[in-house]
């Protein structure tokens, strides 16, 4: 972000900045006064404390008149002493000599009383017609030394050189000590800048255009603003985070785009800023119909040479995705939890009152607790793995054992193995279409069964008593293609989006009583990955589901 610009006052050159030291070469008195009269005029008008340092052609008489005459309400600036003419005498050659210490000196001590008095800045001018060949270098060298620490300061300063007792070597000595020089060509002012300031600002516009790309290009929002938190720029992040334009966000306070009541916390950060530099927060903003957006924030403090705090960067992240997956993960532990306890509480159960009850019960009622008891160590077992092939396959862990397998002995054995999970899964009716004389396929035979399984086992769970459910299999170019395809309650699109995601379950599930974890189909779409396939679901509301994955021939 730039820094505030002040007027010069002068059509040619704009508005500059703190720490501009530049100069101009005339010809004639009128060429200096069309200068110096609008720029100290613009100085005055801007509550700036204002030198002008004169020698010849002018002398205090006549500048003063000139001054008067060009500038409004000059005699009460003078009379109020927001404005000194000094000759040249008084103020470069003071006690018979020039000494560059005493004028730096002199210029700080300016400095000093600018602020004791209030006002803005400091904006000086000096005029060089005093100037002798045996005093031209080291004048030279104190503008060196001017162009050297300006910078650091509250302060405008314009040297003005008379172009007729400047030779070449002097007109190059002065354009390289200044960061630029006005000169009239054809009647018209005009700017010429030095190799090194020029090199300079070529070097900055295009840091300021990489940087520019940089911020437009983030995903992340980024905004300026001042020390008072009114907005001076922003990027299309920050728009569509909001649902404005950028014109509409600039010159607002940057705490009107948070969500209402401002958080406390916020408050504490953003007083303390200027203070430890930078602060990292979450809160809401109001986003495109008052919709609440919830966003990270990094806000970094920016300081003035003087190390005043004047504005900040503040770097926004929209975490609603985030804030989403901690809590579907957060439900995934609790379903989890419950998960694991529920056969638990079944199995300890059943063992205990076949332990302590067992000469009351009857040998069928013992073998149904343990039936009982073995069904659910079956599902818990279930869920363990399904949990540890996840873990291997977030730790880039899984490793397969492939060789060639018969898809319809694999068929065969995850239906078998469903099929004896419990007295629902007996009033279905499981159909097997595969035919024998289906290539092998190359695969681990332990992790194909349990893709069958876990697909099976679903189509279980939401299928009606007495429905069917078929595995199918057929070759098509260079896959097999496998579907397990049950008439269950059908699920709708948005369903089908997420479906394959991690710690996600059909929207239907609880309505309907279903228990489980949601990791089946995620654990079947990694493992169909890693055999590098591809696994997807056909379905519709009331009409079934069919699940269908690949495998390479």
Known sequence: MKAKLRRTGIDALGDIAWGTHFCQFYHTTDDLLSILTPYFRAGLESGEFCVWVISAPLNRQEALRAAEVGIPRFGDYLARGQ???????????????????????????????AAAM?????????????????????????????????????????CTYCLDRCGASEVIDVVNNHQFALIRRDGQWAIVESYERKRVREILEQSEANYRALVESSPDGVISFDGKGTIIDCNEE?????GVSKEEIKGKDFRDLLARPVPQEFSSNYARLAQVGQVEDEFEILGRDGQVVPVWAKTVALYESNGDFNRAVVYLRDIAERRKVEQLKD??????????????????????????????????????????????????????????????????????????????????????????????????????????????????????????????????KY??????????????????????????????????????????????????????????????????????????????RGRGSAFRFTLPL
């Open 83 to 113: 404005v000194e003419v000094i000759p040249h005498t008084e103020w470069y050659l003071k006690d018979g000599y020039f000494d560059m210490k005493r004028v730096l000196n002199g210029w700080l001590d300016k400095l000093d009383k």
């Open 238 to 242: 920050v728009c569509r985070l909001v």
């Open 463 to 540: 299928s009606p008593g007495g429905g069917e459910i078929r595995v199918t299999a057929e070759a098509n170019d260079d896959n097999i293609l496998v579907s397990v395809i049950d008439q269950g309650i059908g699920m709708s699109p948005d369903d089908q989006v997420k479906l394959f995601g991690p710690f996600q379950r059909v929207e239907d599930s609880r309505a309907h009583g279903v228990r489980g974890a949601g990791l089946g189909l995620l654990v079947c779409r990694r493992l169909v990955e890693a055999h590098h396939g591809r696994i997807w679901v056909e379905s519709e």
């Open 331 to 460: 439900e995934f532990i609790g379903l989890v939890s419950h998960e694991l306890r529920s056969p638990l509480t079944v199995i300890v159960g059943a063992i205990n009152t076949a332990l302590s009850e067992g000469d009351r019960l009857s040998p069928a009622e013992t073998r149904q607790l343990l039936q009982d008891a073995a069904l659910e160590a079956e599902s818990l077992s279930s869920l363990v793995w399904n949990l540890l092939e996840l873990s291997r396959a977030q730790a880039d862990r899984l490793v397969l054992h492939p060789e060639p397998v018969s898809l319809e002995k694999v068929a065969r054995n995850a239906v078998d193995r469903v099929k004896h999970q419990g007295s629902a899964h007996q009033s279905l009716q499981f159909l097997i279409e595969v035919p024998t004389e289906l290539p092998r396929v190359y695969a681990d035979e332990l992790r194909l069964e349990r893709i069958l399984c876990n697909l099976l086992d679903n189509a279980v």
């Open 118 to 158: 209030g006002y803005e800045g400091l904006r000086v001018s000096g005029n060089t017609g005093w100037l002798e060949a045996d005093s031209w270098r080291s004048f030279a060298e104190y503008e060196e030394e001017i162009n050297n620490f300006i910078g650091k300061y509250r302060m405008l300063a314009m």
